[in-house]
């Protein structure tokens, strides 16, 4: 049979999981290579879905504990640390947790909500930032407004800023949320325009005490769910396929770290904090539920290194990039 690259692809992912898992062992048996740390509850959208809000927190990490945490990941064998929310942006000490995530020799991501990122802070953090993941829903302003996405402009910033994220030569990430408004929504022309390395497509997801109040008229049924992955189905430039997150797919799947630098998880429903000293997280790191196997599957081994083949290849040619504002 005729290898396709695709099959290359997974063929990678399976070899990269290997090994990862057997360098982990050394480490610790049952961590998984990635963690998503929600760095700061603040964020300047009001997404009616949102269940990352940390409601029941008050304060910041001071930046003296917030920099000890990437060296003491990184000795626990995890090999990539997303930055996640609120939104990163408005943690003051953002840059110093780059520059020092990537000093410990981290694979460093960010996942924003775009609307504060800019030609002058994405050159500042390229060198420190393999790939930058920004989320958009909808083709349509009015709906992305609807959710609670900024005032009308979130489309068309989020293509300028993507263009910017290719021009310093980052991995881009697309992140979209399904929800009752955009279910029926075909947004691979759109996909294809943007043309980024990878594309999350997630089921919106109901969190007791974060956002339930909000969220239920947003809420799909998996069939729903799947007529939407059916329709969006496509191949990136890179010859690989989004990435569909069920509820079910996402349960236990990620490794979490919340602003006060505690592990947390959702498997009973509301979020629950590990009891963890962010300055040893080492010591509560069994007492955190995932399921690698969830993560296998869900497709969180991948060539997140691309970022910095990226940069080895200094910018990308963003003049191959023909996107209107209109789309
Ligand atoms: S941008 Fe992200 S963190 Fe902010 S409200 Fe929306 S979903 Fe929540």
Known sequence: MVKTSRDHEESLNVNYRNASKSKLKETHKDILPSVNWHITKKCNFNC??????????????????ALKIPKQLKNLGVEKLNIAGGEPLLYPHLMDVLKESKKCGLTVTMISNGSLLNENNIKEMSPYLDWIGISLDSCDEEIQYQLGRG????????????????????????????????MNEDMTQLIHKIGPDRWKVFQVMEREGENQNS?????????????????????????????FESNELMRESYLMLGPQGKFFHSSNGPIEYIDTDPLDLASSIDNVPFDDEAFTKRGGFYRWNLGETHMENNCRDSQNLVISEEI
Request: hydrophobic fraction near 35%; aromatic fraction near 8%.
């Open 48 to 65: 009616k879905y949102c269940f990352a809000r940390f409601n029941d927190l008050e304060g910041i990490l001071p930046k003296e504990v």
């Open 151 to 182: 005032s009308l402009d979130h489309l068309s910033n989020v293509i300028k800023k993507t263009q910017l994220i290719k021009k310093y030569g980052m991995g881009l990430k697309i992140n979209t949320v399904v929800t009752k408004l955009n």
């Open 215 to 243: 969220v239920k008229p947003l809420l799909i049924t998996s069939e729903e769910f799947q007529h939407y992955c059916n329709e969006n189905d496509m191949v990136l430039e890179n010859d690989t396929r989004p990435k």
